[in-house]
Every structure is written in C-alpha cells, then in structure tokens.
C-alpha cells in the first residue's frame, strides 16, 4: 500500500520528474503525427498508383506484342484461372502528344496506353480519377461541380461541356482558318510558304468571303471522313472536293490548308482513300468527336499559374476536353511513325505526378490500328468491327480475386508462360513500382528510428532525474526500511514511479499527436499565415489537405515502447534506492 | 513493579545482545566500533544506553533493531536468534517488534500526519488488506495520536508541525504497530529542555500504562537518569551495569 501512496506523493510533489517526461511526451506525439502522415501518403500513394496499374500485369518484352491475345489469355485462364477476376489487355507504346495552344503547336512525350474501358474499370479503380468526375476546387471555392457520378462506368463519351467546348472549338477554328486564309491572301502568296509547298499551289481563283459557310464541312477536320477528303485532295484529285460538296465553288485555299494541316495526321488514311467518296455521302455531324478518343493526363496539358494581381495559383489547361489532338507513335515492325488524330474525352488526375504527366488512355482498337497490330476486317468502314483479340496486344492486366495469392499467381504465370523465351514479364503493381515503395517504406523505417532514439534519450533524462530523486530521498528510503519496508517495496515505489511517468508521459503524447493529426490541416493554415509562406503546396503534392492514416496498432506500439523506456530507465536507479543501507541512510543529512 | 523481574526469571531474556563486535571500514582503515558488548533487556523494562558522541550506542541500537548486522556476535529476541535471519523475516521483525524513535523525527515529508502515523501499517499489509480494513486502522491511527496528543493536527504535513509535535508522531508512528520494544534514539536530543521533558513524561506513562520495553540512547545523563537502568557505553565497551537509576531505586 505504501508504494503506491509514496510514489503517487512523489508524482504530484516532484514537477522536476514531470519536465523530464515531456521530451517522452513531445516524442510520442511526433511519432504518432510522422507515421500518420507517411502511413496517409503512403496508403495515397498505392490507390494512386493502384488506379493505373492492376494486380498483376503479364507484359511483352517486345513492344510489337503478342499477336495472339486469345492464346495468351487461354494460356492464364488455364495456369491461374481460378484465382483471376477479370482480365484486360492493354498495348503500351511510346507516343508523343502535339496540340496547338496559342497560336504555336506543343509536344509532349508521352506512353500511350490502348485500353479497354469496360476491361480498365474491373481491373483497377481509374474512373473515380476523372477529372469530369471530380469536383475542383481552388483555395476552398468550388470552382465547378462534378459533371458525372464518379461511380459510373469508364466510357469515351463526351460530357455536355466538352460538347459544347468542342462546338465552339470547331466553330473558332473554322473561323481562324478561314481568317488565316484571308490574311494570308491579302499579304501575299509568298507569305504564305506551307501552302507552296504543300503543292496547293493549284488551288483555283481564291473566293475567301463565300466560304465561310460553305467551307464547314472541311474546315472541322476533325471528322475521319473529312481527313479522307483531306487526304485525297492533297493527292491531287481537286474533283473529290467538289463532288463531296455538290458545290464547286469552294474548293478554296482554306479547305487546302486545312488539308495540308491535316494530311500529316493521317498515318491510316492510305488504304481507305479508294472508298472516301461513298463515305461521305453518310457524313456524319462534323461535331461529333473522332473515332479515336484519349483520356490525356492532366499534367501533360497543364501548368500552375500564378496570377500576380490576386497572388492566387491556378491551373492553366492548354486543351480542353471535346478538342482534337494529334498523336504520333511508331508501327509494328518497323521504325516507322504513325500519326493519327483524336478526340479528348477527358483528363485524369491520379495524383502521381510520374502519370499524370506521362500517360494517356487510348480506345485499344484505334490505337492497335494506328499501329498496324489490327486490321480492319472491313476496309470500307474501318472503324466497324474491330476487335482485339484480332490484333496484338502488349500486356494483359489481371484482376486478383485475393491479392494475397499474387506472389502464388505470378509465380505460377513465370513459370507457365514461356519461361525459357523470357517474352513475357509478370509483376505486380507493388513490384512495377517497388523502388519508389520501397524509398516510402524506409524513409518511414529510418524516421521511426530516429524519432525513437528520441525518446531514448529522453530515456536517459529520466534516469539522471530519478537518480537525484533517489539521492534527494536517500533518508526517506532508510525511514520506510526501518519502518520494515523490504527492498523490494522500495524498489517497487521507483518503478512504479516510473511506470507512472511514462504513462502519463506518453499517455499525454497520444493526445497531443492524435489531436495534431486531426486538426493537421488547420495546424497547417495557422502556419502558412504566421510565416506567410505556404508549408504545404496543394500543387505540388496534389493533395488539397494533407493526408494522414492513424493506425491503433502504430500508437499503441509507440505508446508501449515510451512506457518501457521510462520503467527502464527507472531501474537503475530503483536498485540503488533498493540496495540502499538503512543505517547510511538514517545517517545521512 | 516486581512482576517483570519474575517473569524474566521464568522466561528467557526478553531482549539480549551476546557479545556484539562491530566495525566500519573507513578507506583503508577498519574502524572498531563496538568490542564485544552484552546487554540484556527484560520485558517492561526502560533501558537507557549512555555514553559520549562515538561510543557506539547508536550502533549498538541498531544492531538491537535488525537495523544492522553484527560482525562478530548474536542478538536474541525471546530466546530466538534474529541477528541471521533472512531479510524478509528481518524486515517483517522491524515492523511487527520494534518500534524506532529518531533524534531528527525522521517523517515522510510527503505525507500527512495521519498517513506518517498509518505507514507501518501499510507497509505491514497487503493493499487490498489495507483497504478493507481502512477505516479500523484509521481509527486505531486517531487514538493514538489521541494518547500522544496530536489529534488536532492529523491532516498536517510534517513540516507545518513544531519539533515536540514531530516527536510526538513519530512516537504515535512506532506505537501504531503494537511493538514489543521501543527503541529510542536521542528522543530529545533536538528539543528544548521543556519540550524534551514532555517527551520523556510521555515515554514513561508509555512504559507503565502498557508495560511497554523502551531502549532508550542518549548522551545526556540528565535524561538518561530518568530510566529505570542505565548502561554505559564507552570506546565500544559496557562500562557498568545496572548504574543505579534514580527514578525506581
């Protein structure tokens, strides 16, 4: 009993001993807002990268892909079916994006991916990640609303903004090649060298002011049929465009530049030019977007912009969604670059800079057909019909139905598909992005060690104080002795003492951590507007807030091992107030 | 007053000290501090122990009290030996036998009067024992402090409280477990003379209300004369015993 009553003394009447502990205090609750916040980027991170990728991924080692998709997914239904959910494939390929933005054409590398939406949206939870899907805010005003629920499936429609973009996309560049055109004439024809070369040089007697209702049709170019018009005329057949027309009037430099501009583009138009003129008979709205549609990523068409009027940053787009693009990869085979044109349905923003900036989704037919690893089995209506498993693909993402079984399924996928040829490569999305986990996962480790040695040394503290409380008490202990306490009592009464500190200590330090974490982002403003610098960049990291994730476990681990600290730095001196002689005692003054 | 004496000559000496050499080591040096001493002390009896600063009567009490450990020698207690017993019998033997008195008071700063009065009792029972019979020890603590007249001031921290009245808990403090011996150790040797008879008025009506055994140490003769029978203690050697006391003679 008079353990606990003396120690309990020595905890309200030593404030010392309390100072000691606030180092043990100020470590714990640091540990516990350090491993929130990397546990909180960390778990991010993985659904971030977790969106693109999916569980497991059998990829060629050539870029030209498998020839026989059918074959391989035979081939995985049968070595690893029963643990398989879904199946997509994909075709991977270095690309490059070029748009127009103020008046001069951008480049940007880029990996192409074809993909399969239904297929993309079982494997992994990309949908969610659309921009068109998510509500943008900016300095906590909401700048627009979602445009679809972020739950509905991946498809290449266009939202009524991007149409309503894309028709008056159509509708100003219509007017500023037909403004072009008439600048261009009225400077002179030697101004004006693309159409030279371009061989437009035969374009008949210039009637700019008629065309400008007239020249719709061509000018929108953004329909495949019109880039077979395009195309065709530039090979020189001036009577397509006229008969396409059922006007002969306009066959005009402004549909011939517009052709020349277009003709670049048109790596798949070769084989279908025999056939264009009956296609467009069946014209089809001009406003409607192209066959070939992409989902860009957002980094690689915008940039932060900070307006020095307002001192507010916001994002610059560069394209929007419902316009045209062009996108230039190479062919199967041979080094060969293929061009095509296509629509932007949408941009998504994953938060991983390293996909944001580098990748955009394709539909996996037209992209397997740009690149020659499909043909269409119909050429007079290529973009009926397709099908990929009639092409190449260049890897196939596996949905697991348990995650835990990937070791076992890629494992069983190595050794099952061609494991002497070394094709195919098998990985997990862990192991695609196993460098960068693996920095997150030791920057973490070696934090955590630090921020224990912290403790420690707390620990030490501790153990200097309980010395001098023991010197300070050296008659105390000889009194209780006397009085018939044994040893061990006494020695209980410092470590119980102990034991008490380090409660508190941490107990103290949970709150304090768990309460910084919660209000983490408040935390943050207060910071940013008493330093008046931004301590965290929402554009930089792509979080509006900062992310955490309190595990129980983690604090509880933290909270024990401060605890041990104090009861072991309590034990020295415990055994020397233990083994203390009751008589020296006594005698000391 | 001849009642004790009859039963010590039935029974084995109460308290006795056979031949108790004792030394410290200083450095090098051993310094001898007792030389073979035998005391005997018979129940009911108030024993004063005299002697100059150094002489060894403080040692000699605290080997008494299982305070410490004789190098040469034994101490018996009832016709038992106790000076060898293992430390948990000692340290139960301190709290059930001996009740001990210091010059300097010595109470727990951090607790209350009543809680400095109680803490033999708490270090003799387990905490759930304690807690059950709280309010039974509570009382008992109350009505010692009563006999020793400081019932007024039990809620009072030591250091709110006047030598005599330190004193005075520290007696209630060893009489609250019952002992069969009293050891005293320069009761009044930080009092003034007044409050120092005081004291000593209360350790007499101690030893014939409850024919309680008190050993007391002192190197004052006047105080020392107070008791039943002196012995005196010089350079580690019982000079004489049985020095006439002049109080019961």
Same mark, same amino acid.
């Given at each position: 009993?008079?353990?606990?009553?003396?120690?309990?003394?020595?905890?309200?009447?030593?404030?010392?001993?309390?100072?000691?502990?606030?180092?043990?205090?100020?470590?714990?609750?640091?540990?516990?807002?350090?491993?929130?916040?990397?546990?909180?980027?960390?778990?991010?991170?993985?659904?971030?990268?977790?969106?693109?990728?999916?569980?497991?991924?059998?990829?060629?080692?050539?870029?030209?892909?498998?020839?026989?998709?059918?074959?391989?997914?035979?081939?995985?239904?049968?070595?690893?079916? *029963?643990?398989?959910?879904?199946?997509?494939?994909?075709?991977?390929?270095?690309?490059?994006?070029?748009?127009?933005?103020?008046?001069?054409?951008?480049?940007?590398?880029?990996?192409?991916?074809?993909?399969?939406?239904?297929?993309?949206?079982?494997?992994?939870?990309?949908?969610?990640?659309?921009?068109?899907?998510?509500?943008?805010?900016?300095?906590?005003?909401?700048?627009?609303?979602?445009?679809?629920?972020?739950?509905?499936?991946?498809?290449?429609?266009?939202?009524?903004?991007?149409?309503?973009?894309?028709?008056?996309?159509?509708?100003?560049?219509?007017?500023?090649?037909?403004?072009?055109?008439?600048?261009?004439?009225?400077?002179?024809?030697?101004?004006?060298?693309?159409?030279?070369?371009?061989?437009?040089?035969?374009?008949?007697?210039?009637?700019?002011?008629?065309?400008?209702?007239?020249?719709?049709?061509?000018?929108?170019?953004?329909?495949?049929?019109?880039?077979?018009?395009?195309?065709?005329?530039?090979?020189?057949?001036?009577?397509?465009?006229?008969? =396409?027309?059922?006007?002969?009037?306009?066959?005009?430099?402004?549909?011939?530049?517009?052709?020349?501009?277009?003709?670049?583009?048109?790596?798949?138009?070769?084989?279908?030019?025999?056939?264009?003129?009956?296609?467009?008979?069946?014209?089809?709205?001009?406003?409607?977007?192209?066959? *070939?549609?992409?989902?860009?990523?957002?980094?690689?068409?915008?940039?932060?912009?900070?307006?020095?009027?307002?001192?507010?940053?916001?994002?610059?787009?560069?394209?929007?969604?419902?316009?045209?693009?062009?996108?230039?990869?190479?062919?199967?085979?041979?080094?060969?670059?293929?061009?095509?044109?296509?629509?932007?349905?949408?941009?998504?923003?994953?938060?991983?800079?390293?996909?944001?900036?580098?990748?955009?989704?394709?539909?996996?037919?037209?992209?397997?057909?740009?690149?020659?690893?499909?043909?269409?089995?119909?050429?007079?209506?290529?973009?009926?019909?397709?099908?990929?498993?009639?092409?190449?693909?260049?890897?196939?993402?596996?949905?697991?139905?348990?995650?835990?079984?990937?070791?076992?399924?890629?494992?069983?996928?190595?050794?099952?598909?061609?494991?002497?040829?070394?094709?195919?490569?098998?990985?997990?999305?862990?192991?695609?992005?196993?460098?960068?986990?693996?920095?997150?996962?030791?920057?973490?480790?070696?934090?955590?060690?630090?921020?224990?040695?912290?403790?420690?040394?707390?620990?030490?503290?501790?153990?200097?104080?309980?010395?001098?409380?023991?010197?300070?008490?050296?008659?105390?202990?000889?009194?209780?002795?006397?009085?018939?306490?044994?040893?061990?009592?006494?020695?209980?009464?410092?470590?119980?003492?102990?034991?008490?500190?380090?409660?508190?200590?941490?107990?103290?330090?949970?709150?304090?951590?768990?309460?910084?974490?919660?209000?983490?982002?408040?935390?943050?403003?207060?910071?940013?507007?008493?330093?008046?610098?931004?301590?965290?960049?929402?554009?930089?990291?792509?979080? /509006?807030?900062?992310?955490?994730?309190?595990?129980?476990?983690?604090?509880?681990?933290?909270?024990?091992?401060?605890?041990?600290? *104090?009861?072991?730095?309590?034990?020295?001196? =415990?055994?020397?107030?233990?083994?203390?002689?009751?008589?020296?005692?006594?005698?000391?003054? | 007053?001849?009642?004790?004496?009859?039963?010590?000559?039935?029974?084995?000496?109460?308290?006795?000290?056979?031949?108790?050499?004792?030394?410290?080591?200083?450095?090098?040096?051993?310094?001898?501090?007792?030389?073979?001493?035998?005391?005997?002390?018979? /129940?009911?009896?108030?024993?004063?122990?005299?002697?100059?600063?150094?002489?060894?009567?403080?040692?000699?009490?605290?080997?008494?009290?299982?305070?410490?450990?004789?190098?040469?020698?034994?101490?018996?207690?009832?016709?038992?030996?106790?000076?060898?017993?293992?430390?948990?019998?000692?340290?139960?033997?301190?709290?059930?036998?001996?009740?001990?008195?210091?010059?300097?008071?010595?109470?727990?700063?951090?607790?209350?009067?009543?809680?400095?009065?109680?803490?033999?009792?708490?270090?003799?029972?387990?905490?759930?024992?304690?807690?059950?019979?709280?309010?039974?020890?509570?009382?008992?603590?109350?009505?010692?402090?009563?006999?020793?007249?400081?019932?007024?001031?039990?809620?009072?921290?030591?250091?709110?409280?006047?030598?005599?009245?330190?004193?005075?808990?520290?007696?209630?403090?060893?009489?609250? =477990? /019952?002992?069969?011996?009293?050891?005293?150790?320069?009761?009044?040797?930080?009092?003034?003379?007044?409050?120092?008879?005081?004291?000593?008025?209360?350790?007499?009506?101690?030893?014939?209300?409850?024919?309680?055994?008190?050993?007391?140490?002192?190197?004052?003769?006047?105080?020392?004369?107070?008791?039943?029978?002196?012995?005196?203690?010089?350079?580690?050697?019982?000079?004489?015993?049985?020095?006439?006391?002049?109080?019961?003679?």
């Amino acid at each position: 009993m008079y353990k606990f009553l003396i120690a309990n003394r020595y905890l309200r009447t030593r404030l010392i001993a309390l100072a000691s502990i606030i180092s043990v205090t100020l470590g714990v609750a640091t540990m516990i807002v350090v491993n929130s916040v990397m546990s909180g980027f960390s778990s991010q991170m993985k659904d971030r990268i977790h969106a693109i990728l999916a569980d497991v991924m059998i990829e060629t080692t050539n870029t030209d892909g498998t020839p026989d998709p059918r074959q391989l997914m035979a081939d995985v239904e049968r070595l690893v079916g *029963a643990e398989v959910e879904f199946m997509t494939p994909t075709v991977e390929i270095y690309g490059m994006i070029s748009f127009d933005w103020g008046g001069q054409t951008v480049y940007r590398p880029v990996t192409l991916i074809g993909i399969d939406p239904n297929g993309k949206n079982h494997v992994s939870p990309f949908a969610g990640h659309m921009m068109s899907r998510q509500k943008i805010i900016l300095d906590d005003e909401l700048i627009r609303g979602r445009l679809r629920d972020p739950n509905e499936p991946l498809d290449w429609e266009l939202t009524d903004d991007a149409r309503a973009t894309r028709k008056d996309w159509i509708e100003f560049e219509n007017f500023r090649d037909q403004f072009d055109n008439q600048y261009g004439n009225f400077e002179s024809p030697v101004s004006a060298p693309p159409e030279l070369l371009s061989g437009v040089e035969a374009a008949p007697a210039i009637e700019p002011v008629s065309s400008f209702s007239l020249a719709d049709p061509f000018d929108d170019g953004s329909s495949p049929e019109i880039q077979q018009v395009s195309g065709s005329s530039v090979d020189g057949s001036q009577e397509n465009d006229s008969t =396409a027309n059922g006007s002969s009037a306009n066959g005009s430099s402004i549909s011939h530049e517009r052709h020349e501009r277009l003709d670049g583009t048109g790596g798949i138009q070769s084989f279908r030019d025999p056939f264009e003129s009956t296609r467009i008979a069946e014209q089809i709205n001009p406003m409607d977007p192209l066959p *070939a549609r992409i989902y860009v990523g957002a980094g690689l068409v915008s940039f932060p912009y900070k307006d020095k009027a307002t001192g507010k940053t916001k994002m610059i787009y560069m394209v929007k969604p419902g316009q045209d693009v062009t996108l230039t990869t190479i062919k199967t085979g041979k080094p060969e670059p293929a061009s095509f044109k296509a629509t932007v349905v949408d941009f998504f923003k994953s938060g991983m800079s390293e996909y944001d900036s580098n990748l955009v989704f394709c539909n996996l037919e037209q992209l397997q057909l740009a690149r020659g690893m499909l043909f269409s089995p119909d050429p007079s209506r290529p973009n009926e019909g397709l099908d990929w498993r009639d092409g190449a693909v260049t890897s196939l993402q596996l949905k697991l139905k348990n995650y835990n079984s990937a070791g076992d399924v890629v494992r069983k996928l190595r050794s099952g598909l061609s494991p002497h040829t070394g094709t195919f490569q098998v990985l997990t999305w862990e192991q695609k992005q196993g460098p960068l986990l693996e920095a997150v996962a030791m920057e973490s480790a070696i934090l955590n060690v630090l921020l224990f040695l912290i403790i420690t040394v707390a620990g030490f503290g501790i153990l200097a104080i309980f010395f001098m409380i023991v010197v300070e008490k050296t008659r105390d202990i000889g009194i209780l002795k006397a009085l018939g306490a044994s040893s061990r009592g006494v020695m209980f009464i410092f470590l119980s003492y102990g034991l008490s500190l380090g409660i508190v200590g941490s107990g103290v330090g949970v709150v304090l951590g768990l309460l910084f974490v919660r209000y983490i982002n408040q935390v943050e403003a207060f910071l940013s507007w008493f330093t008046g610098r931004k301590v965290f960049d929402e554009t930089i990291y792509y979080f /509006r807030e900062i992310p955490t994730l309190v595990s129980p476990m983690m604090v509880f681990w933290v909270a024990l091992g401060a605890i041990v600290i *104090a009861v072991l730095a309590s034990v020295l001196p =415990a055994r020397r107030a233990a083994r203390l002689h009751p008589v020296q005692a006594l005698r000391y003054e | 007053m001849s009642q004790p004496s009859v039963i010590s000559m039935n029974e084995p000496v109460h308290l006795r000290a056979k031949a108790l050499d004792k030394s410290y080591r200083k450095g090098e040096h051993k310094v001898p501090v007792l030389r073979g001493v035998d005391v005997k002390v018979n /129940r009911g009896e108030f024993l004063s122990i005299v002697g100059q600063s150094g002489s060894g009567k403080s040692t000699l009490m605290h080997l008494l009290g299982l305070l410490d450990v004789p190098d040469v020698g034994e101490v018996w207690l009832e016709g038992t030996r106790i000076d060898n017993l293992p430390e948990r019998t000692r340290d139960e033997l301190r709290n059930n036998v001996f009740g001990f008195v210091f010059q300097f008071y010595h109470l727990l700063p951090e607790l209350s009067l009543l809680e400095n009065i109680l803490s033999p009792l708490m270090i003799r029972y387990s905490i759930w024992e304690y807690l059950r019979r709280k309010s039974e020890l509570k009382e008992q603590a109350v009505e010692i402090a009563k006999q020793v007249g400081l019932d007024h001031r039990l809620r009072h921290r030591p250091s709110e409280l006047s030598g005599g009245e330190m004193q005075r808990a520290a007696i209630a403090r060893a009489l609250i =477990a /019952r002992p069969n011996v009293l050891l005293a150790d320069e009761p009044t040797g930080n009092l003034d003379s007044r409050t120092g008879g005081d004291i000593m008025e209360l350790l007499h009506k101690l030893n014939e209300e409850q024919q309680l055994t008190i050993l007391m140490v002192t190197h004052d003769d006047n105080i020392a004369r107070q008791a039943e029978r002196i012995v005196r203690l010089s350079e580690g050697r019982i000079q004489s015993l049985n020095e006439a006391a002049q109080g019961v003679a």
